[in-house]
């Protein structure tokens, strides 16, 4: 099987593995130094969740959209335009910051707004392409259409992973994750016009000022896209064990009206608080049915995918859990429980399979990628006990915990953005 990988997913990628790369060296010292918290904070909230997360979905959309759905951008400059307003948007709020100037933040918020705007049409306008190549060329599948001028081998099942199959086997779960997607895309967009207007008309910080955004933005839109991009993944490894697409779209609903709950009435509101319990409880019940279908389903995944993937639902399920029954989704081991613990692991788990292709280049280290997984996670689970501690106010023991759990999450990311950094050593296998 030949497919063209757009370089543009690349671009994405590596800017968000050098997003991440500062994002947890400030974490770090955030998390070895309790005082330097305000200083730091407001570079590592945006770096992390947009720079990394956020790039890296933007990336291994460009590349899935491809893969399953054979859907290729018409106008190549549009994605390349995209990637330059998502860059200039980090780019800009980083050292407006930093430097002061509060023109270059409004600018750099104008610039995030407008590369979420970017991405919508670029995919809608694949999706229009494709129609109508496919009514126009009957006898050429749209899968034909796009090989093309390709340019990359893909093999049609890699690690345990088929990305061909032969029927529609999981074509009920992909309706499914294809609704997620778009249900996730439209609660970014309309988030960030929400935030850039209000950064117009109160001034100030509008991506971290309220707690409505903040709850679109890491609930809706980065959860979203994860739930999402996991029900096309998950089923590829073993269809015959596919999950039960009745039970993926009830727990799509409920994310769906918690979202709008949350995200739109007032916090002090009851049903406010209602919504963030349901976002919790369908974290919890995707995370339950994945952890249940594990040990079958990726029988013949690569270890460390296997354990990524157990580690990171189980993160999710722990997330999904405490917040249906009350903890807050903005509190500290939340927001660390989510982006750290669940979806970052998720990422370790899916680019050991997907990067070698994307990037394409081999682990460096692949003996390393079952210890880069443990230490990644050890640490993730001792920052978030860590946040726990301090935040309850038993300072002492706690923020060594933390120092040591920030510094282990974040050697452990170190190890895996060398993986991709680093030439193959010769006696690897
Ligand atoms: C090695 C990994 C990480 C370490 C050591 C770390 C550490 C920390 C620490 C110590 C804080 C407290 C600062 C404060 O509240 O003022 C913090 C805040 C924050 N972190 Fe992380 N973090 C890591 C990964 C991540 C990731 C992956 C994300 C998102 C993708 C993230 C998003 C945030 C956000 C949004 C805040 C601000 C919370 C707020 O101000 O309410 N962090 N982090």
Known sequence: MRIRIEPVSRAFLIAALVHFLI???????????????DALSPYHAELNPFGWLTFLIYGMTYAVLQLFASLRVPWKGLPWLHFVAAEAGVVLIIFGDLLRRPLWVHWGWFFQTSAGILFLI???????????????QPTISATEHLYVN??????????????????????????????GTSLALVVLIVATLLASAEGIVKGGDPWLSSDRIRVLLYDGWIAGTVLSVSLHLFPRYRPTIAISPKIAQLAQSIWFIG???????????????????????SFAVLAAMYLIRM????????QAVKLAWGIAWTFAFV???????????LSLPAIHLLFLGWITTLVYGVGYVFFPHLL?????????????????????AMLILGMIGVGSGRNSLFNDVLAIGGVSATLGFFLFAMQWGMKRIAHED
């Open 23 to 37: 994002g947890t060296t400030l974490g770090a010292l955030m998390a070895s130094q309790v005082t330097w918290w």
């Open 360 to 380: 394409r280049r081999a682990p460096a280290f692949a003996r390393l990628a079952t210890p880069q997984v443990i230490l990644s996670t050890v640490g993730a």
């Open 319 to 329: 997330l999904g859990i405490s917040q249906t029954f009350g903890l807050d989704p």
């Open 150 to 179: 390709s340019e990359m081998e893909w093999p049609a099942s890699f690690a345990g992973f088929h990305v061909e199959l032969k029927n529609d086997e999981i074509r009920d779960t992909d309706r499914v994750a294809k609704r």
């Open 122 to 136: 670029a995919i809608i306008s694949a999706v229009a392409t494709s129609r109508k190549a496919r009514k126009s």
């Open 295 to 302: 040990s079958s389903a990726m029988r013949q995944a690569q």
């Open 259 to 281: 979202i709008l709950l949350a995200g739109v009435l007032p916090p002090g509101w009851w049903l406010h608080r209602l919504g963030e319990r349901a976002i919790g409880l």
